[in-house]
């Protein structure tokens, strides 16, 4: 089995006074793939964030790597070798699509390179010279997945990459995901379309009010499938 | 040549070029302010007391240590630069996740603070700043005796302002630049350190003001007050004008320069309300501005 | 015992600090010094505050100082704007207004007051020194370029009409807003107008940049000339010589005119960061000594009125302005001068800036009584 | 009264030479629900923005009752009544519950410009303000602030916000878009029973919901309608199976 | 920007702390006169109206004006002219300066609520400069020099107010409607529109509301209330002059609220006691004052965004919350 290349213990984390994660533990093997299941506000984008750093503040651990990044700066950790893609896509408005696509900077060498991100995603080829935040939504997720495929680096997380997606495209990043994994690339994700999730994951995390309260792998969801409706409440 | 609307035409290239010089004044505050604004989300209102300081600067080096104009225009934007920076970091940081009116109040009172400062140590009635003895003198042009020094102005914040903005617009370092003005959380999750590029920006701009205090130190007194009142024109620039680009702010500068060297000539009694009626005329046709995006 | 309680109200910041500020203050205490008040058994006691150049803020402190201070005279004042509030509030009040640093005649014209004394200089008398010479010397075309407000309309009015009466033209002016950074444009107007002289009806800083930009734009290299109507001996002290060279201006004491005035800029100079007496220190000095002549007389300051009374009832002598007197109106009668800034080649070292072209007869130098429209003279 | 409540005819816009919406005629029914669905960059919230004026059609035409609007601003098409939704949570966030609906409801006094007058009088809207609150099953909320409701919650305070002004037609963009489960659920129903004497035009990705709610769809593709009826007939086109729904759907 | 959200109350009237807190002030305002020298309380009064004006735009609409001075001093100006050279009696006087802003505030408004913001700031403070300009241009208000001597004549032709403390009760009276009226305002319902459009914008346009109107309005009557103290204020120092559509005046009323509370009732109040006790004392200073204004903002700005009113209020709070 590999070593645990994410492993997060008694995380933490504030939004200003308010108090969102209270002690989050949870760990992502080199070439897993990973989600983080649960419902609206459990704290799951927070616990993405947390890992970045881009919170309030926040305590606990959080290793990479086996290297401690709780008090490092945001940056500091991307360079470690982590992407993170946000849920508001956050797609520059004064950049266009080329920009866009550039911006971030490599941390490592092994990313994608830009003809294969065409690829995966036509849509962005035709729009390179426009503006960023003039693509449609569901071009901006394309755009927000793509950037970070560039960068290198090993570990992504992906905050529901498949939202305001048309179901030919969510097939689309399923595949890209799967493909992704096979190249050594390690996921954590996070998705509301826990249908879609079941096909990409290893295993899942739940969370409740900012904790993870359950883990269930993915070959034993089928088993499971009245527990998570009650985490879930679907 | 005949008269154009009975001015005579020496006259009125004359003023067109004299334009052109204030225009340079308001396009490398306006262009400070702009790069401030964009990183920081702030309306620095201290912009003024820096471009004063920046004189002063320069007045207490050959004064005081007796260093020339020359090398003022270099250890002068990097000092107060360095202020500005000192700023940043013990202030003006502590309020990004606050509404940006707060910003506007800080650098207000700092303002206050350092041309109160200023005023006493120096008084108010105004030092003199000689011209560097390589740009004295002038050139009749024909239409006009033009001082050398002036023309030295224009062309040197010309090449300023372009360059700033290739680096802006054009470059790798302006693409994270304008990202992180969007979102510097994400920029910084990219592994740019963003709060580093926040410091300089504002040492940058800071010290564009400063460099712009130099350049004006030997055409004006140099004085405690000569950024007060300019700083609220500049501000009527930078409305006119819209934050959108840098470029719109270097054109407004010079754009507007001219026209208030052209409305001295016609009726010199509007000259220090023109901008203003600009202003007023543009809000009402783009409120946007010229060159801004509507938010 | 008497006891007199001085308010020295200047301005202690802004542009007017060099040449009256806290100078004047130093001034006014040594009068009461030189005086040798106490043993004459009159205790002065001194109050100062800045008035910033601000109309409400002097009469604030002008009306707190008669009402709760104590304060029985105020000397200095240099602002029109806040010198017209003061005299007001002063006259309202009953109490003593000595104006050395204002220069509005309106002081002594339609303002006029029973309880104030204008005393070093005013507007007319600057137009009529400086206009009459330089016209007199063949500068018979002017230009103006006046500060867009009621005190350079006036001074230009004012010389106007002393130009025209002398038989020289005006051949046009422009009005310069007030702190304006940059004349070149409205300097170009007055090259262009191909005038002798350029006028030059403002004040300050105004002054100063207007002067120092006609050098840089080469003005006066290709044969016009500048007029400063209102300069001051600090203004010429932050434009160097080699700017300032060759202005010709009107005013009312220089330093370096007699014994008496030199060992008192010694004195002064050595009290004030070297900064050495300008004419606004000279009046305030010379006005608050008449005034405690006049208290020694009169035993009491309580009664304004009665106190200018006497002052224009004593003819005034002092070490740096002479022999004069106060005419009915409030208006000090001295000589004035004509001074022109040395080249630098002529000045023997720091603040040796003037040379006297012309001295103006006390007789000559001020507005005549019946010209000012002050209801004081009819009756 | 005519059936058809909100028509377009040969709407068409075009960005710099891109044309994003091209010559669309669309009729929706009166109380119908009507989705628009499509791949990504189809044109839909272009669309949606041409309705509610956040952009100017470069051609075209869109009326509403019969009445032109095709040149009309923003306020006064909701007081037509005509009103969107928003994509994020649109609510006044240091609002009670209860004063956010009841700021809708203020809106039946006309305009409120009496600033001599005490707020008191805006008392008599807090029955109705309670009744619609209680409609979106937020009763024990009334009194919280809104900036504390979880976001499913906030959503339904959107839409209880948006009845108040007793809209004839909502717009809802994404209605669904972010939510759990459970929330997705609690909004179809409640979008179900609001729509009840009333239109709804929605843009929806979530297949689910548009088969579950939707009398009518239209789909778009590179701006133009590739297909419009009801779920069955448009999930069976294979040229909506192959530019939008995909294998997984057929 | 807000400091505190204005307390969400359903009831009719005032909050009962409020109606106590406002009962002691009146008392210590009707006694104050007789211990400290009342010609310094009127300023006060008048520049607390001019904070609660101002106050009313940034602490309940969110708009921070940086050119209220332009409504206070040209409201002074035509109170002053028509009171000096028209003779016209004080009632008038001032209800004519007020008008003034009033038309001015429909101007300035209409163009500034065109953006929002930095950029509201800044044309608010550019359009004051122009305004201060012309006023320095302008015969009438006699440039440097302003309007002095402003006479007080009887108010209504029977009540002698050139002793300063019956005019100090006329003044008091003054203020005391305009507060009551800006309250009224803030609790009206017209005021939950207000607050609706601070927290929400494009929300309560698309509830169909037009918010330009109701920003415009807000505007106006905030640049109004600014000008009746304004032209009361040229009866207590009987002069009009550049000082008071200065920019430094503009930047002085932003103090005022900000150091008092914003958005509170009465930390505008309190910040113009504060602010005007401070320059009255220190005036001997001279431009050290400046200095520490500059000072108070960058204290307040760091570290007491509430002011000293909404820090007591929020400590008030929760010490009875805990
Ligand atoms: N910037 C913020 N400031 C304050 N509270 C926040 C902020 N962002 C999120 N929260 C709160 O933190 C909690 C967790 O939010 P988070 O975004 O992590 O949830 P989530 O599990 O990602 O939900 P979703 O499925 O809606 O994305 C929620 O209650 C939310 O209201
Ligand atoms: N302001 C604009 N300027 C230029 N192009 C634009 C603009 N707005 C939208 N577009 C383009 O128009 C097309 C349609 O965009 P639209 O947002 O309507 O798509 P959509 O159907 O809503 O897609 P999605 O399902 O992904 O949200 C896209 O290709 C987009 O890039
Ligand atoms: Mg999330
Ligand atoms: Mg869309």
Redesign the interface.
Known sequence: MAEAMLSVSGLNAWYGESHILHGVDFQVREGEVVTLLGRNGAGKTTTMKSVMGIVGSRKGSVKFKGTETISLPSYAIARQGIAFCPEERGIFASLDVKENLLLPPAVAEGGLSVETIFELFPNLKERLASQGTKLSGGEQQMLAIGRILRTGAKLLLLDEPTEGLAPVIVQQIGRTIRRLKNEGFTILLVEQNFRFAATVADRHYVMEHGRVVDEIANDALEANMEKLHEYLGV | MPDIFGI?P??LF??LL??L??GAFYALLSLGLAVIFGLLNIINFTHGAQYMMGAFVAWMLLNWLGVGYWWALLIVPVTVGLTGILIERTMLHRLYKLDHLYGLLLTFGIALIIQGVF??QF??????YG?PAQLRG?TDLGF??M?N??GWVVVVSLVVCLATWFVIEKTKLGSYLRAATENPALVQSFGINVPRMITLTYGFGVGLAAFTGVLAAP???V?P??GA??IIIVFAVVVIGGMGSIMGSILTGFGLGIIE?LT??FY??A??TVIFVIMVIVLLIKPAGLFGRAR | QTNVKIGVLSD????????A?AGSVLAARMAADDFGAAAKGIRVEFV???H?N????G???A??WY??DGVDMIVDVP???VA??VN?VTREKNKVFLVSGAA?SALTGEQCSPNTVHWTYDTWALANGTGKAIVQTGGDTWFFLTA????GHQLEADTTNVVKAMGGRVLGG?????????F???L??AQ?SRAKIIGLANA??DT??SI??AA???IVR?GQSLAGLLVFL??VH???LE?AQGLIMTEAFYWDQSDASRAFAKRFAAANKGIHPTMVHAGVYSSVTHYLKAIEATKSAADGKAVVEKMKATPTDDPLFGKGEIRKDGRKIHDMYLFEVKKPSESKGAWDYYKTRATIPAAQAFRPLNEGKCPLVGG | MSDIILETDGLTKEFRGFIAVNNVTLRVRRHSIHALIGPNGAGKTTCFNLLTKFLIPSRGKISYNGRDITATKPADIARLGLVRSFQISAVFPHLSVLENVRVALQRKRGDSFDFWRSQSVLEIYNDRALELIEWVGLTEYANTVAVELPYGRKRALEIATTLALEPEMMLLDEPTAGMGHEDVGRIAALIKRVAQGRTVLMVEHNLSVVADLSDTITVLARGEVLAEGDYATVSKNPDVVQAYMGAGHG | MSGEPAQASNETGMPRHQRLILGALVAALIVLPYIL?P?FLMKVLCFALFACAFNLLIGYVGLLSFGHALFFGWAAYVSAHSAKVWGWPPEFAILGGAATAFVLGIAVGALAIRRQGIYFAMITLALAQMAF?FA??APFT?????I??VPRRPLFGFIDISNDTTFYYVVLTVFLAGFALIYRIVHSPFGQVLKAIRENEPRTISLGYRVNHYKLLAFVLSASLAGLAGSTKVFV???A????VQWQMSGEVVLMTLVGGLGTMFGPVVGAFFVITMQTYL?????WVLVIQGVIFVIVVLSFRRGIVGEIAAWWKSRNGA
């Open positions: 005579p020496q006259a004359g003023q004299l334009g010089i204030n005023r006493n008084g108010s009635s105004g030092l003199p011209i002038g006009m005796f001082p020094y002036r055409i004006y007194q004085s007050l000569m009142d300019l060297g001295k000539v010199p009694e000259s220090s | 202690m910041s802004s542009l007017y600090t060099d040449l500020g100062s505050a800045d910033q601000k109309a409400d803020v009469s604030n402190i009306r707190q009402d709760r602002n029109s704007g017209l509030a007001g509005t867009d407000y009621a005190f422009v009005r310069a807003p007030l702190n304006t950074n940059d070149s444009s409205f170009l107007q262009s300050g800083g100063v940049n120092k930009q840089e734009f080469g290709r600090t203004d932050g434009l160097g700017t | 020298y010609v300009f320095l241009q006699g440039g440097e020099d302003g002095q001597a120092t009987q002069l002059s550049l000082t008071d005036a001997t200073m001279g431009e």
